[in-house]
Structures are given as C-alpha cells and as structure tokens.
C-alpha cells in the first residue's frame, strides 16, 4: 500500500505560479512512474503530468512550456512547478502514484486561478 500526502495548492491570479508538491510512502513498494491529474468541475480526470522513475516525461498539450514535473526518487517525491497559469487550468489536482500492479490517488488538492 502506498500514501500520498499532497500540499501547495490554493488561490492565485491569472499568470501568477504554485508548485504543488507530493511524497509517497508505505513499504516495500517501488514506483514506475508519478504524476498528477486534474479534474474541473463537470469533467473528467485528465493527464496534466508524468514522470517515470527513468526520468522520461509525459505533459499534457495544455500544459506544455508551463508546467514542470520534477522528481527527487530517494525521497518519493514529485513537484509539479506550475507557471503561466489560467483560469482553465482551475481544478482539483490528483498526486498518482504508480507501482507497474496497482495505482494509488491522493487526496487532492485544490487549485484556483482567478482572471
């Protein structure tokens, strides 16, 4: 089993950044890839950021040139570095958490960006 404790999110204006961060831990696990997902409201959960243990790295259209997805392996710990943010990019951002068997969620956590 592996937990997934997120923070950073919160309000912030059109344009302006946050960086949310994710730590993972449990035992005996070992992490294909991390990442985080977004949902808004009314919408399903889509891709916003991957990163594998190998260090390959997979970023929605949206997001590209924006964001950074960054990864410390020894801690378990994935940052997301989000720049240039738009109102369209408001939601509840998901840490994920792959062990190649299974795939764990956070909890979310909340991202506001105001025009």
């Known amino acids: 089993q592996v937990q997934l404790v997120e923070s950073g999110g919160g309000l912030v204006q059109a344009g302006g950044s946050l960086r949310l961060s994710c730590a993972a831990s449990g035992s005996n696990f070992k992490l294909n890839y991390m990442g985080w997902f977004r949902q808004a409201a009314g919408n399903e959960r889509e891709l916003v950021a991957t990163?594998?243990?190998?260090?390959?790295?997979n970023y929605a259209d949206s997001v590209k040139g924006r964001f950074t997805l960054s990864r410390d392996n020894a801690k378990n710990q994935v940052y997301l570095q989000m720049n240039s943010l738009k109102p369209e990019d408001t939601g509840v951002y998901y840490c994920?958490?792959?062990?190649?068997?299974?795939?764990?969620w956070g909890q979310g956590t909340q991202v506001t960006v105001s025009s």
């Open positions: 994920n958490a792959n062990t190649y068997f299974h795939n764990f």
């Open positions: 990163l594998t243990s190998g260090g390959s790295t």
